[in-house]
C-alpha cells in the first residue's frame, strides 16, 4: 500500500506558536509514527521550587516511619502523597506513582487511609498497608458469574436476613482495605 507523502513541518518562532500550530493539526499528516521509535531522556529533570511548609512534628514523624518502611527518603514519600490529589484533580490515575525506587513501584501508589477512601478509582482498587493495589476484574464471564451470584443472593435476602451489595469498600484489617466482589451482611 502506497504511503501518503508527508507535509513539511512549519518553523516555527516560538514554542507558544508551536502549541497552538499541533492544537489545530493532526500529527498524521505530517509524521509517519509507523517509524518512530522509543527515546529516553536520561538527563532530563522536572523544574523544582523549594518551599517552607511547617508541619506537627507528629505528622513528620510518621511521614518518616512510612518512608523507612518503603526505603524512600520522607521528602520524597511527601511528594507522592502531594501528587496523588493533584492527579486526581486533573483527572489522571497513576497507580504506578512517580519518585519512588522500582522497588517500591511494583505494587503501586501510596497514599493515606483518609485519601483512599475519600478517593474515587475507576475500577476501584484495593488498599493495603498505604499502597493502592489494582484489582484483577476478570473477563465477561466472570462479570456475569458475579451478577448472576449476586442476583441469586439478593432474591433471598429476605428469607435469610441478609444485606447483599456488590464492588463494597471492607476493612479488614487497621491498615487494610479489600473491594470484595460481593458482600453479606
Not at 492544537?23 to 536520561?42: E, L, Y
Not at 449476586?150 to 428469607?159: D, E, G, T, V, W
Amino acid at each position: 500500500m502506497p504511503v501518503a507523502k508527508k507535509k513539511p513541518i512549519p518553523e516555527f518562532r516560538s514554542e507558544d506558536e508551536e502549541r497552538e500550530f499541533w492544537a489545530r493539526h493532526d500529527s498524521t499528516g505530517f509524521i509517519d509514527w509507523r517509524t518512530a521509535g522509543r527515546r529516553k531522556f536520561p538527563n532530563l529533570k522536572p523544574t523544582l521550587r523549594t518551599i517552607s511548609l511547617r508541619l506537627p512534628v507528629a505528622m513528620i514523624e510518621d511521614l518518616k516511619v512510612l518512608a523507612n518502611k518503603r526505603d524512600v527518603p520522607y521528602q520524597s514519600l511527601l511528594k507522592v502523597f502531594l501528587a496523588a490529589p493533584c492527579d486526581t484533580l486533573r483527572g489522571i490515575v497513576d497507580f504506578r506513582r512517580r519518585g519512588l525506587p522500582a522497588a517500591s513501584m511494583e505494587t503501586g501508589a501510596v497514599v493515606s487511609i483518609n485519601e483512599y477512601l475519600s478517593t474515587s478509582y475507576d475500577p476501584d482498587c484495593d488498599f493495603v498497608d498505604g499502597v493502592i493495589e489494582e484489582r484483577n476484574l476478570g473477563e465477561n464471564d466472570h462479570a456475569e458469574l458475579q451478577t448472576a451470584i449476586a442476583a441469586y443472593l439478593r432474591s433471598r435476602r429476605k428469607q435469610w436476613g441478609i444485606y447483599v451489595v456488590v464492588e463494597q469498600r471492607v476493612q479488614v484489617s487497621p491498615t487494610r482495605f479489600r473491594v470484595r466482589m460481593y458482600a453479606s451482611f
